[in-house]
């Protein structure tokens, strides 16, 4: 596992510092589900406490879309912000991020994967997938329902 750590001593004597990395792996991540991830971020360090981090995790999830039920990549930008006290983080030499980068990751994704901001489903009467081709079902539905106030006149009318 790659982790993300940063050198306390460094940052305190250059004030900022950037870091970009491709994580191959986060920890307790199921790599199935994840296909890819980059965070970008800077760590500033404000005298004599403070350090700020700031960026975005660039996601891109192996899902099934919860309206049609088929797979695709899901991408999102989710973003990073912490700050931490160095007064809190006690004698240590390096700051390690990868916990909090799995956290805000966890706590980044959506409630609902769609394929696509209007994704159309699968029809409820035959299955096809509505954003691939189109099926007849609702037509027939109407036209053959006894209940259509039109089909009763056609009847009607015989
Ligand atoms: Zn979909
Ligand atoms: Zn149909």
């Known amino acids: 596992m790659i982790m993300v750590k940063i050198n306390l001593e460094d940052l ?3 004030g900022s510092i950037f870091i970009e990395k491709e994580l191959e792996n986060l920890s307790s991540i199921d790599e199935e589900f994840l296909k890819y ?7 500033d360090f404000i005298p004599d406490d403070l350090l700020i981090s700031k960026g ?5 999830l192996n ?3 919860d309206i049609c039920l088929n797979t695709y990549i899901h991408k999102i ?5 912490r700050e931490y006290f160095l007064s809190d983080l006690g004698e240590i030499a390096t700051l390690n991020l990868t916990e909090d980068i799995r956290e805000e990751f966890w706590l980044g994704l959506p409630i609902i994967y769609r394929c696509k901001y209007l994704c159309k ?4 009467i ?3 997938n509505l954003n691939n081709q189109k099926c007849d079902c609702e037509k027939d539905n109407i036209e053959n ?5 039109f089909n009763i006149l056609r009847n009607f009318k015989k």
């Open 37 to 43: 991830l980059k965070v970008s971020f800077q760590v």
């Open 121 to 124: 489903g699968l029809c409820s």
């Open 77 to 81: 930008n989710i973003p990073f912000y």
């Open 126 to 128: 035959c299955g096809v």
């Open 63 to 65: 899902k099934i879309c």
């Open 12 to 14: 305190k004597n250059n």
């Open 145 to 149: 329902n006894p209940e259509n106030p």
């Open 56 to 60: 975005t995790l660039f996601v891109e």
